[in-house]
């Protein structure tokens, strides 16, 4: 089970929510992305996240980097989607506040 949902995801992408058009799309994606912050969890926290606090921030992230995947197929550039930068970003961002500490010698 992913964090977000395909509603969440059609959100980010401004899709109408009553348009199934992308949803096998959509589903695609959102697995793709949620085994990629799995991995990157899983050397903090058992995964999939429990704790409903730090699951619905994952749910925005995930949402917004599996839209930036369907943006990028569609996009002629080879350069990575906006979307998924910030999510990556922010997932990273996530992982030093949650889960790495400061080494002060």
Known sequence: M?????SDVKW????????????????EALE??????NDVLSEYVETPVSD?????ILSDI?????????????SPSSEEDVYVQVAKN?????VERRFKFLDLA
């Open 52 to 56: 409903e606090t730090l699951a619905e």
């Open 62 to 74: 995930e949402a917004q980097w599996a839209a930036g995947l369907i943006r990028q197929r569609r």
């Open 12 to 27: 980010w992408l401004k899709h109408p929510q009553d348009d199934s058009t992308l949803d096998q799309e959509i589903e």
């Open 90 to 94: 922010r997932l990273e961002r996530l």
């Open 2 to 6: 992913t964090y977000a949902s395909v």
């Open 32 to 37: 793709s992305v949620d085994a990629e912050i």
